[in-house]
Every structure is written in structure tokens, then in C-alpha cells.
């Protein structure tokens, strides 16, 4: 946030083997009359039992039972990268942190709608993506960026008393914007929030200074659907009509 920039305001996916039954037919083979009829007394009335037909049997083959696949819940694809980010105009972790801070907002505060472009136009023109994405995988900067001091001695900036003790910006007697989207420190501690969910609001660290910046442009109940509330949340950001031309062109162009 330039240190021209206007006073601010507070708000903010789941066969059986059939056994025939096979009646045999008892038959007696004898050259003798006396056993002749007695195998015919024995064959009149012993009933004979007919070979049973194994069509006719009842089946014990069990009809296999295909299992059900379970339906599964398939998690649907993540969404495809912008070209900004696959071409390496936006570095991905830069990209994550802006499109983190617009999601957190969008829950937190959903009459803003603001976009992650939009951000990510503050943090390009600020410091180039945090110098191209010089940051680990939890956006932690690895080289922290400062401003210059603001005691007067650069053309065109203002002098601005000391108002952290130097706990932010390292300087106990002037004030300097500090981190990628460039925050004075009396403006940060009105507007810090964590956006790592890792307790701490830290101006070096991406995730934090992107949803700080959001908040900011947020601010006095804008919404960031409307051309003109981005103008106006912008211009508050740095009172110049080149910076906001400057920040909403790379905004359109992500």
C-alpha cells in the first residue's frame, strides 16, 4: 500500500453333480425252471423302479451370484489452472494465496465478491508476485521486502513517524511499507489476518498478506462485482489514477 494512499477507514467426495437316482433292475440268471420262476415270482412282485430321468431331478446347482460393485463417490477433477499460472506469469504459490484469500472471503464476507485477479493485480504491481514467487511452500518469504524509510529524505513520500516500535518494518523511528502487497504497520495491524491458518498474521507471508489485502479492499461495504467499487477500492489502496489503471489492466489480463 503506497504511503500516499488516503487515510483509512475501520470495518472490516462404494452339474452340482446331480446324483441320478439310478434304480437298478435286480435280475437273476439261472438255467434252472425252479429259479427261473422264482426269479419270475420275485420280478412280479418286487416293483421295479424306473431309471429315473436326471432332467427330471430337482437342480442343486446354485445360480451364482454376481456381486454389486459398490458406487463410488468419485471426487470430481480440480479445476483447470489459468493460463496466467501454467505459463508462469503468476507464480503457483502466489496463485494459491490470492485464490485462497478471494474463497476465505467469499465465505467471511460475500457481499464483496471480490475476484483473486484483483489481488493478484495489487501484489503485481506492489512487488512483482513477491519478486516471482520467492517464497516456500507455506508462502513464507524467503527474503522479506520493505519499502524505503519514510523520514523524508525520497521525493515524493511522506514522513511518517515510527508507530510499531520496528516490530514490523525493523525501523523504530520512521515508518516503511512492509511485505509483498506493501502495508504501513499502523495499516496492517487495523486490517491482519492469518490466511495459513497457522496462528499468526505475518506481513512476509503470502497467504496472510493476500486475505489482508482483501479485507482492505473490502472495506466500507464495496462490492468488488461492480467496475466502479473496484475503481474505488483500488484508489484507496494509492490515491493515483495510474495505479489503478495499472492494477486493474493486470487484473483483466489474468
Not at 80 to 97: H, Q
Request: charged share 20%; with cysteine.
Amino acid at each position: 500500500m503506497h504511503p500516499n494512499r488516503k487515510p483509512l477507514k475501520s470495518a472490516l467426495l462404494v452339474a452340482a453333480g446331480l446324483v441320478p437316482v439310478t434304480g437298478a433292475l435286480m435280475g437273476v440268471t439261472s438255467s434252472s425252471p425252479d429259479r427261473v420262476a422264482s426269479s419270475d415270482h420275485a420280478a412280479a412282485s418286487t416293483p421295479i423302479r424306473a431309471e429315473a430321468d436326471p432332467r427330471l431331478a430337482p437342480s442343486t446347482t446354485q445360480t451364482p451370484v454376481r456381486p454389486v460393485a459398490a458406487t463410488l463417490h468419485a471426487t470430481p477433477p480440480a479445476p483447470a489452472l489459468p493460463a496466467s499460472v501454467t505459463t508462469g506469469v503468476i507464480p503457483r504459490i502466489n496463485f494459491e494465496a490470492y485464490r485462497s484469500a478471494a474463497a476465505t472471503m467469499a465465505k467471511t464476507t460475500p457481499r464483496c465478491h471480490i475476484d483473486w485477479k484483483l489481488i493478484a493485480g495489487i501484489g503485481r504491481v506492489e512487488s512483482q508476485h513477491a519478486n516471482f514467487g520467492d517464497a516456500d511452500s507455506r508462502g513464507q518469504l524467503r527474503h522479506p521486502i520493505y519499502g524505503p524509510v519514510l523520514d523524508g529524505s525520497l521525493a515524493g513520500n511522506q514522513v511518517i513517524a515510527d508507530t510499531d516500535g520496528g516490530r514490523l518494518d525493523g525501523n523504530a523511528q520512521y515508518d516503511r511499507a512492509v511485505g509483498p502487497t506493501q502495508f504501513l504497520p499502523a495499516t496492517w495491524e487495523h486490517y491482519a489476518a492469518d490466511g495459513n491458518g497457522d496462528g499468526k498474521a505475518d506481513p512476509q507471508n503470502l497467504f496472510d498478506a493476500a486475505l489482508t489485502t482483501a479485507r482492505y479492499l473490502c472495506d466500507e461495504n464495496l462490492d468488488l462485482a461492480d467496475p466502479a467499487g473496484q475503481s474505488r477500492a483500488v484508489l484507496r489502496y494509492n490515491n493515483s489514477a495510474e495505479y489503478v489503471s495499472n492494477v486493474l489492466g493486470f487484473a483483466r489480463s489474468y
